[in-house]
């Protein structure tokens, strides 16, 4: 019917009998009877049919070319809805608007219906999504591969301002119309049992596992599609089934729920993101939700290697496998396993091919976030890996003694089996020792990776570890989710931006024209009210667009640190009533954020935003200077209506502990002025932007650990600064709990009595100045417009196009392939 490209033709009359097809035939209504979401539903299906055609036409013509190809692996896609996105991608966003509309349906509205797909968590996810989108665009082979899960993180609700969880079913009954079962390409994994030795016919001696029990992975392709292209890449999710649905004869005696346990216990693998693990069940399920998915990815890595007619030894010239946090590192004994068990190849052969195929993404440097499991757990669950993690490991101490002879210190820092009371494997550091390329995802946070948290390994392996700075696709948060600056845009540099953001640059020399200035801030307006229209539609708050829009929307952490936020705007409230020459101009402060269920802290801090939030918000004595509204089920539709709205993005985390940050560029791509840190990526976009148009505040990384060395103490601070005393004894009041003193009084404790952990104390004092900056600088709007417009103009450092460049000619050496 139709094919991805410029150059072809969109018919429409086919197209609209492929909606009223899928309309009638696969989902049952006829035109009169179908309701808003099956007419969505019908359309995504029609246009899937040309995304499918597309991957399976990109499929073949990589596999002919013998393409070096990468592969993404991954726990969390965080992908946003596909729809609009896709449109946009194959070109057809006013086409298929004038056949819907034909069929007397509104675009727009259609695309309300469609469910994000619950398919990551945070940044993590989010950044793999923009990855796969900018491999797609720029025509890099790749395949993405993740998990299918049946529900996602949770969908967030409030209850008298407390976190709800609730199960995020996110496909639906309907199922989600852009994905496709391709049963052809299922896997099966094995788990638990032994290993045992044996002899070949040729009297050669292996060990082989003797699983316990087999579960199948069943593939599900997402599309990819390629922005103005031809190129189709999968997102390809497992889904865990038991190979046998039940047991009829347990089920014929009555046994009903013991006939199905396997297909339960089965379920369970991809049943839900994240499962909590504060407990022995939910860590065996993490594991092996991990080891699942590694296992259907290198098993479906090889059938591809070997379907295009390649041979086993040319895996490392004709595969690279990148590895997104610790999460996939199984893969690396899994293919260890693979190619010494199964294909009989002695360890240095395997080991060689092993070594050159991984290449490793480190995310973090918070002690608590670098992964380590269980030596009994692993042992238990998969044998065969725990005997290889231990050679692996027997081998390189063999290295470190060589580098540190009888330096035991430093073999004990380095080993992948951690001693104690229960021995653990460090899986960060089986990544390091067994990947040919490690890197960090922003300038500073390599070099800290460098410097604090793999020193050794970095004199023991110069050059493996490396940078590549973050980005975020130009496609999605600019174009799809901003079309007025979109169009501002284009008609300034052109309309190929979205592919070369370079061309963004030319908007600076407008940044000083005033008729620009007042079309940038018009566009601006339009989506604070746009942002203002939800609100008042879902939370029923009203808003001034007048006023400064303040936005920290992230994961509920804190290092993020949106108890800061909280303790200056506890600090608005206190002046506002008590300070009759305080002046302020009227600010709304929106967040969004997820706690993890098992996370106290970080849901009573949700909780207390949403305290204040309901006094503040209906408090007469405020003349409506100050607003809070906390968006609940923080989800990427919600933040493609946030993004471009705010003028102010919060990106405060103790610096040192975040590794990049990507929502700060997307705020900065969508003319916010940054209120930040020297932290992540933020260090960055200040040398990209300039000092004059981003407010930077804050203690820096030596600084906080210096002071963390000489021994800090919250008290000093709350003593001796009035202001923040204030703000601070309001959580102990009942000021937000009325007749219920000491509600929000854990969140106080935790910063005086538990001893501040993340510097909230040291650096209030320098935030609320440097929002003070920020309120002066509001006012003169001519001056605001034009840091503005920078801020949009200079980001194209940050585009994930330029990461994909980065991996693509630094670490993968892969070249681009037209479809």
């Not at 809805?81 to 298929?96: A, D, H, K, M, P």
């Not at 407390?162 to 852009?178: A, F, H, I, K, N």
């Not at 570890?465 to 169009?487: A, D, H, M, Q």
């Not at 009227?586 to 993890?596: D, M, Q, S, Y």
Request: overall charge negative; aromatic content about 10%.
């Amino acid at each position: 019917m139709i094919k991805n490209g410029q150059t072809q033709q969109f018919d429409k009359a086919a197209f609209k009998a492929a909606v009223e097809k899928h309309l009638t035939t696969t989902y049952a209504y006829t035109t009169e009877s179908a309701t808003p979401h099956a007419w969505y539903l019908a359309m995504a299906r029609a246009l899937a049919e040309i995304s499918t055609g597309n991957l399976l036409a990109t499929e073949q013509k990589l596999a002919k070319e013998k393409a070096r190809s990468v592969n993404y692996l991954s726990l969390e896609f965080l992908i946003g809805r596909l729809t609009g996105n896709n449109l946009i991608s194959l070109g057809l966003y006013e086409n298929v608007a004038s056949a819907m509309e034909e069929l007397g349906q509104n675009l727009t509205d259609l695309l309300e219906e469609e469910r994000d797909p619950a398919l990551g968590n945070g940044g993590l996810g989010r950044l793999a999504a923009c990855f796969m989108d900018s491999l797609a665009a720029q025509e890099y082979p790749a395949v993405g591969y993740g998990l299918h899960y049946e529900y996602g993180l949770f969908r967030q609700s409030f209850e008298q301002g407390r976190q709800v969880e609730t199960p995020d079913g996110w496909r639906g009954v309907e199922g989600y119309p852009w994905e496709v079962v391709r049963p052809e390409l299922t896997q099966t994994v094995s788990l638990y049992g032994y290993v045992e030795s044996y002899l070949d016919e040729d009297g050669n001696n292996y060990r082989r596992w003797v699983p316990g029990m087999t579960v199948d992975g069943i593939a599900w392709d997402l599309p990819i599609v390629g922005y103005d292209n031809n190129s189709v890449y999968p997102l390809r999710l497992w889904e865990c089934r038991s190979p046998a649905p039940f047991n009829l004869a347990r089920f014929n005696d009555g046994d009903y729920v013991g006939a199905q346990y396997p297909a339960l216990e089965a379920g369970n693998v991809t049943k839900v993101l994240y499962p909590n693990d504060n407990h022995d069940q939910g860590k065996a399920l993490r594991l092996m939700q991990q080891y699942f998915h590694c296992a259907c990815s290198i098993a479906d890595i090889l059938r591809r290697h070997h379907a295009a007619g390649n041979e086993i030894e040319d895996l490392a010239k004709l595969e690279t496998i990148q590895l997104n946090d610790t999460h996939p590192t199984i893969a690396i004994p899994e293919l260890m396993r693979v190619l010494i068990d199964e294909y009989k190849m002695g360890w240095e052969a395997a080991w060689a091919i092993c070594s050159q195929t991984f290449a490793y993404t480190n995310h973090t440097l918070l002690p608590e976030a670098l992964e380590t499991w269980s030596e009994a757990l692993i042992q238990q669950m998969l044998p065969r890996h725990m005997e290889i993690i231990f050679e692996i490991n027997h081998r390189f101490l063999k290295e470190v003694e060589a580098a540190w002879p009888g330096n035991n210190d430093v073999k004990r820092k380095l080993s992948i089996i951690q001693e104690g009371p229960q021995r653990m494997v460090r899986m960060a550091n089986l990544c390091v020792v067994s990947t040919y390329a490690v890197n960090g995802v922003a300038a500073l946070h390599s070099e800290l990776v460098k410097r604090d948290l793999f020193p050794e390994f970095n004199e023991l392996y110069p050059g493996r570890l490396t940078n590549v700075t973050n980005g975020v696709t130009p496609r999605r948060w600019i174009k799809y989710c901003n079309p007025g600056l979109s169009e501002l845009i284009s008609e300034k540099v052109g309309s190929d931006w979205p592919v070369h953001l370079e061309k963004i640059a030319g908007l600076a020399e407008f940044a000083d024209d005033e008729a620009f200035q007042q079309r940038f801030m018009a566009v601006k307006k339009q989506n604070k009210q746009r942002l203002a229209d939800w609100v008042k539609t879902n939370m029923d708050i009203d808003l001034d667009t007048n006023a400064i829009f303040d936005i920290q929307i992230k994961r509920l952490h804190e290092y993020k640190r949106q108890h800061l936020n909280l303790l200056h705007i506890l600090a608005l409230y206190h002046r506002l009533l008590n300070d009759p020459t305080f002046d302020m101009h009227p600010r709304v402060f929106f967040f969004g954020a997820k706690a993890a269920p098992g996370y106290a802290l970080a849901k009573d801090i949700i909780f207390a935003i949403n305290k204040v939030a309901e006094k503040v918000n209906n408090d007469p004595r405020l003349g409506g200077k100050l607003k809070v509204v906390f968006v609940p089920d923080y989800r990427v539709s919600l933040a493609e209506i946030l993004f471009p709205a705010a003028d102010v993005s919060e990106q405060i985390s103790t610096a040192g502990k975040e590794a990049s940050g990507t929502g700060n560029m997307k705020f900065a791509m969508n003319g916010a002025l940054t209120i930040g840190t020297m932290d992540g990526a933020n260090v960055e976009m200040r040398e990209e932007v300039g000092d004059d148009n981003i407010f930077i505040f804050g203690l820096l990384v030596d600084e906080v650990q210096k002071l963390k060395q000489e021994g800090y103490d919250p008290y000093r601070y709350y003593n001796a600064d009035s202001m923040l005393r204030a703000a601070m004894d309001l959580l102990d009041s009942d000021e937000f709990t009325p007749g219920q003193p000491g509600l929000l009084s854990a969140i106080r404790q935790n910063l005086l009595e538990g001893g501040d952990p993340y510097l909230v104390l040291a650096d209030f004092a320098d935030y609320v100045k440097t929002h003070e900056k920020i309120d002066a600088a509001y006012r003169d709007q001519k001056t605001w417009a034009h840091k503005a417009i920078l801020n949009t103009a200079l980001m194209s450092k940050f585009s994930s196009d330029r990461s994909i460049r980065d991996y693509a000619n630094n670490i993968w050496n892969l070249k681009p392939v037209k479809c």
